[in-house]
C-alpha cells in the first residue's frame, strides 16, 4: 500500500479506485426499502457505537476549529441549542482544545446539575507533526511517535476534566489523518488502543482513503468506530468509505457538508426538498445527508440562529419522513442519483 498523501490528484485517484473496488449495492436498485433507508439513519434514531459504554451520536456533532478566542462563548452556545456532542483536537494551529473544556465545565454548571458529563459527547484528535503549527506543538516533535501520542491524550484528558472530580475520558479519539506511511499509521494506532476502553472509549480516523482504512480496520486491535471526512464531489461522495463504513459497523462523520458542495445545494432534489418543506436549502442538505444512514454531520456554525434552525429542520424532516414513507424513499433515491451512488 501506498503512503496517503493529501494532494489534490491523489485524491482523485483514490475515490476513482474506491468505486471500482466497492459499490453502494442498495443504491443499484431504485425501489430502496423506506425501512431499510431510516432504520440506520441519524434523522430518525442516534446511531450507536460498539463498546460497554453504550455511547451513541446524534446528527450534528458541533465542530469547534477556527473558533480562536470565541471557543468558549461558542461551544456554551451550541450546548445551549441543542447540541450534545462536540468536536475538538489536540492541535493549536486550529483549535483551542482548552477553551472547549471550559465551555462545557461552564455549561454544565449552568444546569444546576441538571446534567453532568455523561449527557455529553467528547471527540478530540491525535495530530501528527505536519499537521501542527511548528511554534506551538502540544508535545516534542523529536519523541517518539508513541510518546507524542501519550503526551497529547494526557492533555487532551486534562483539558476534559470536569468539575465533577471524576476521571476524565474521552468519548472518541480520532487519527486526524493517516501517518506518512502504514507502519506508522500502525504505530500510533496502538498507542491510542492502549487507552481503550476507560480513558478513551472508541477510536476513529480522518481524512482517509478506502484502502487505508480497510487496512487499519483489519491489522488493528481495536477497530476504529468512527470515520470522519470530507463529504464532496473530489471524493465521490465517499461512496465506497461509506458502504465499508455501513458493512462494518463504523459511523460516517460527514465535515465541509456546506462548504464543499455548491453544486449540491443548487440541485433539484434539494430545492425541492427545501421549497417544499419551506426549510433553507442547507437544512435541505444537512438532512439529505443525515438521510443516506449511518452518518452524521459536523456542523460548526457560529450563528445561534442558525443552530436553532438546523435542529428545527430535522425535527420537521423526520416527522415528514415518518408520515410520508413513499415520497421520502423516492427523494433519497433522488439525491442518491445526484451524488452518484448508483451502479452503472
Same mark, same amino acid.
Given at each position: 500500500?501506498?503512503?496517503?498523501?493529501?494532494?489534490?490528484?491523489?485524491?482523485?485517484?483514490?475515490?476513482?479506485?474506491?468505486?471500482?473496488?466497492?459499490?453502494?449495492?442498495?443504491?443499484?436498485?431504485?425501489?430502496? =426499502?423506506?425501512? @431499510?433507508?431510516?432504520?440506520?439513519? !441519524? #434523522?430518525?434514531? $442516534?446511531? &450507536?457505537? *460498539?463498546?460497554? %459504554?453504550? /455511547?451513541?451520536?446524534?446528527?450534528?456533532?458541533?465542530?469547534?476549529?477556527?473558533?480562536?478566542?470565541?471557543?468558549?462563548?461558542?461551544?456554551?452556545?451550541?450546548?445551549?441549542?441543542?447540541?450534545?456532542?462536540?468536536?475538538?483536537?489536540?492541535?493549536?494551529?486550529?483549535?483551542?482544545?482548552?477553551?472547549?473544556?471550559?465551555?462545557?465545565?461552564?455549561?454544565?454548571?449552568?444546569?444546576?446539575?441538571?446534567?453532568?458529563?455523561?449527557?455529553?459527547?467528547?471527540?478530540?484528535?491525535?495530530?501528527?507533526?505536519?499537521?501542527?503549527?511548528?511554534?506551538?506543538?502540544?508535545?516534542?516533535?523529536?519523541?517518539?511517535?508513541?510518546?507524542?501520542?501519550?503526551?497529547?491524550?494526557?492533555?487532551?484528558?486534562?483539558?476534559?476534566?470536569? =468539575?465533577?472530580? @471524576?476521571?476524565?475520558?474521552?468519548? !472518541? #479519539?480520532?487519527? $486526524?489523518? &493517516?501517518? *506518512?506511511?502504514? %507502519?506508522? /499509521?500502525?504505530?500510533?494506532?496502538?498507542?491510542?488502543?492502549?487507552?481503550?476502553?476507560?480513558?478513551?472509549?472508541?477510536?476513529?480516523?480522518?481524512?482517509?482513503?478506502?484502502?487505508?482504512?480497510?487496512?487499519?480496520?483489519?491489522?488493528?486491535?481495536?477497530?476504529?468506530?468512527?470515520?470522519?471526512?470530507?463529504?464532496?464531489?473530489?471524493?465521490?461522495?465517499?461512496?465506497?468509505?461509506?458502504?465499508?463504513?455501513?458493512?462494518?459497523?463504523?459511523?460516517?462523520?460527514?465535515?465541509?457538508?456546506?462548504?464543499?458542495?455548491?453544486?449540491?445545494?443548487?440541485?433539484?432534489?434539494?430545492?425541492?426538498?427545501?421549497?417544499?418543506?419551506?426549510?433553507?436549502?442547507?437544512?435541505?442538505?444537512?438532512?439529505?445527508?443525515?438521510?443516506?444512514?449511518?452518518?452524521?454531520?459536523?456542523?460548526?456554525?457560529?450563528?445561534?440562529? $442558525?443552530?436553532?434552525?438546523?435542529?428545527?429542520?430535522?425535527?420537521?424532516?423526520?416527522?415528514?419522513?415518518?408520515?410520508?414513507?413513499?415520497?421520502?424513499?423516492?427523494?433519497?433515491?433522488?439525491?442518491?442519483?445526484?451524488?452518484?451512488?448508483?451502479?452503472?
Amino acid at each position: 500500500m501506498s503512503d496517503w498523501t493529501t494532494d489534490e490528484t491523489t485524491l482523485n485517484n483514490c475515490a476513482n479506485r474506491d468505486r471500482t473496488v466497492l459499490t453502494d449495492l442498495s443504491a443499484a436498485k431504485p425501489e430502496i =426499502s423506506y425501512h @431499510k433507508i431510516m432504520a440506520t439513519s !441519524s #434523522l430518525l434514531n $442516534h446511531l &450507536p457505537l *460498539p463498546g460497554k %459504554h453504550m /455511547t451513541s451520536l446524534p446528527p450534528f456533532i458541533y465542530g469547534t476549529a477556527w473558533k480562536k478566542d470565541l471557543t468558549t462563548s461558542l461551544v456554551q452556545q451550541a450546548l445551549q441549542n441543542g447540541f450534545t456532542a462536540i468536536d475538538t483536537a489536540c492541535q493549536p494551529r486550529h483549535y483551542r482544545e482548552d477553551l472547549v473544556g471550559e465551555g462545557m465545565r461552564k455549561y454544565l454548571a449552568s444546569t444546576g446539575g441538571r446534567l453532568s458529563r455523561s449527557d455529553l459527547y467528547i471527540q478530540s484528535k491525535f495530530t501528527s507533526i505536519n499537521g501542527q503549527d511548528p511554534n506551538n506543538v502540544p508535545y516534542n516533535p523529536k519523541a517518539s511517535l508513541t510518546d507524542q501520542v501519550q503526551t497529547s491524550i494526557e492533555t487532551s484528558l486534562r483539558n476534559f476534566t470536569m =468539575s465533577d472530580a @471524576k476521571a476524565p475520558y474521552l468519548d !472518541s #479519539l480520532i487519527l $486526524h489523518s &493517516p501517518m *506518512p506511511s502504514m %507502519h506508522e /499509521t500502525l504505530e500510533v494506532w496502538q498507542a491510542l488502543e492502549q487507552y481503550v476502553p476507560e480513558k478513551i472509549r472508541n477510536l476513529g480516523i480522518s481524512n482517509t482513503n478506502l484502502y487505508t482504512l480497510m487496512e487499519l480496520y483489519e491489522r488493528a486491535s481495536v477497530k476504529p468506530a468512527v470515520v470522519q471526512n470530507r463529504f464532496y464531489a473530489d471524493t465521490k461522495y465517499d461512496i465506497a468509505v461509506r458502504q465499508l463504513c455501513a458493512e462494518k459497523g463504523m459511523v460516517y462523520q460527514s465535515f465541509w457538508t456546506l462548504t464543499a458542495n455548491p453544486q449540491l445545494l443548487r440541485s433539484k432534489v434539494v430545492q425541492g426538498v427545501a421549497k417544499n418543506l419551506q426549510i433553507e436549502p442547507t437544512n435541505a442538505l444537512y438532512c439529505l445527508v443525515l438521510g443516506l444512514g449511518n452518518t452524521v454531520i459536523l456542523n460548526g456554525t457560529k450563528s445561534e440562529e $442558525h443552530m436553532r434552525a438546523d435542529w428545527e429542520a430535522v425535527a420537521k424532516v423526520r416527522e415528514y419522513a415518518t408520515g410520508n414513507e413513499k415520497t421520502w424513499t423516492e427523494v433519497m433515491g433522488s439525491f442518491r442519483k445526484t451524488i452518484g451512488e448508483k451502479a452503472d
